[in-house]
């Protein structure tokens, strides 16, 4: 793990750990530079020295998750050699993300709530995550506006089960891509 080009020595990966849960959990605005050293039991100044800023730390965390993210997909896609049946195991990968994790929805989705400034580099992340997951759809189906289709199923399956409340939100996106795949 590596942030700006330097590795991380294990303070810093105590303070992205520390940061991750903290900002999922809490909210980005509702923590603090002193609250994340003192949980990763450092000093603010050790913080700044491994990551240069709060904003710095932010985008430390979201590329972290969405890089775990990434690769919890590709795993499970990569049992499946059918288009087919790795666009329906985006959907079933969800679900089980879900279930490990708390209902606070996209991590990307929710630092944009709470830093509204396009221009803040947190929207720039977000918007490559989520192109991410539109790429890999349109490259499996072949079709923008059916990979745009299934991408606004699983966003909307992720508001669905941590807003709505829906706990086999994921389920019910991946019966409603199963139906618009072409058999």
Not at 39 to 66: H, M, W
Not at 89 to 95: H, I, P
Not at 115 to 131: G, T, Y
Not at 138 to 159: F, K, P, R, S
Request: with cysteine; proline share 4%.
């Amino acid at each position: 793990m590596r942030v700006q080009n330097r590795p991380l020595t294990p303070a810093a990966r105590r303070v992205l750990q520390v940061a991750g849960h903290l900002f999922y959990e809490r909210g980005i605005g509702c923590v603090g530079m002193e609250l994340i050293a003192a949980e990763a039991g450092v000093t603010k100044k050790t913080v700044y020295d491994r990551f240069g800023s709060k904003d710095a730390l932010i985008l430390a965390y979201l590329r972290t998750r969405d890089e775990r993210w990434r690769d919890f997909v590709t795993a499970r896609l990569a049992v499946f050699s059918d288009p087919r049946e790795r666009v329906l195991a985006t959907f079933e990968a969800l679900e089980q993300w879900q279930a490990d994790e708390p209902r606070r929805g996209c991590s990307m989705v929710n630092a944009c709530a709470e830093l509204p400034d396009p221009s803040h580099p947190v929207h720039r992340a977000a918007a490559e995550q989520k192109a991410w997951l539109r790429d890999l759809y349109a490259g499996l189906v072949a079709d923008g506006t059916l990979a745009d289709q299934l991408l606004i199923l699983h966003e909307g399956a992720i508001v669905a089960f941590s807003v709505g409340g829906v706990a086999d939100a994921a389920a019910k996106a991946r019966a409603a891509a199963d139906a618009l795949l072409p058999r």
